[in-house]
């Protein structure tokens, strides 16, 4: 299965840039209703994502005063890394199940790293669930064949 099927384009995906003070991003993830969001360059390639405990983690444990923390300190300077890994846009369903496993949502990025977009834990629960549901009905029409079949 093609996983752009799934795929919530980068148009429609709340996303900060690494270059954004933490204060810039505290503002936009809170407006986003989000508690994570990926985090990309200016370039538009994915370098990570962040989440509302890793803005609460840098303010709590920097040495540095509140409002040096808050408004001198860029995103890509706090966030964690090698989290909530990307998948390819070639991805089997297999790779992308991997990861969804322990992701709200996976990262999407093409041949060069540069963000496509999302896919949502939702959305392939959601894609499963429809194909059961299809499946069962399929099943049913064959027993009510069969049975009618039986009759004659």
Not at 17 to 38: C, F, H, I, M, Q
Not at 68 to 91: D, F, G, K, L
């Amino acid at each position: 299965m093609n996983l752009l099927f799934l795929l919530k384009p980068k148009n429609t995906v709340d996303f900060l840039n690494g270059e954004d003070t933490v204060r810039a991003g505290l503002l936009k993830l809170r407006a986003s209703g989000y508690t994570a969001a990926p985090v990309l360059s200016e370039e538009g390639k994915y370098i990570g994502t962040v989440t509302e405990g890793d803005f609460l983690w840098h303010l709590r444990d920097t040495p540095l005063d509140q409002e040096t923390a808050v408004n001198h300190v860029y995103i890509c300077e706090m966030m964690r890394e090698n989290w909530n890994q990307p998948v390819h846009i070639s991805a089997t369903m297999e790779e992308l199940l991997e990861l969804v496993l322990n992701q709200n949502f996976v990262p999407v990025v093409d041949d060069r790293n540069y963000f496509v977009g999302i896919i949502t834990r939702q959305s392939v629960i959601r894609h499963f669930v429809d194909r059961i549901q299809k499946l069962k009905h399929q099943v049913g029409e064959q027993e009510l064949e069969k049975k009618e079949g039986e009759k004659e």
